[in-house]
């Protein structure tokens, strides 16, 4: 039995439950919508000098485009985790508008696949491009659905850390 591969996928678990518990609590606290925001990093390394750089950046682009369409941000959190950063950030606006927003920033660029901003109403239902009538997000290697590709093992890990790794070097 390979035991730091379950290790790794415990940790992975628990920071998923925390992460979902800590998304409860900020709707509850605040009563508004939530943007949750991670990258999509495959591979056993999820937060480096690197990724935590990328992120910063695109929470700055994140915070623009709040500003720019006049959505205050009431509360901000940045947490820095061996599983991979988190953001937060409470708003108090439509949370399908908030949504459209952060999907046009995840097709921005084709670095931004790597983008992961999931966005909550206050009442903890999430918005998904699909409700919006939003086509899947694309695989990293290929065209078709992220989705797709990860449930049939389409790609070698090691080609998607390639691709991942040269998209995290390109300047924003």
Known sequence: MDYKKIERIEKLLAAKED???HQKYLIKKYGTTLISFM???PGEIKSSD??????EK???KIERILKENDINILYREFRHLETGDEYFASVREDA???KMLMIDLEESKREARLLDID???KDFHQISRDNLDYSPRK???CNKSAKYCMRMNSHKIEDLITETEKLLEVKI
């Open 19 to 21: 992460r979902f518990n």
């Open 139 to 141: 695989c990293l290697l």
């Open 119 to 121: 966005v909550f109403d």
């Open 50 to 55: 690197k990724t935590r750089k990328f992120q």
């Open 96 to 98: 399908k508008k908030v």
């Open 39 to 41: 990258l999509n990093i």
């Open 58 to 60: 695109y929470i700055e």
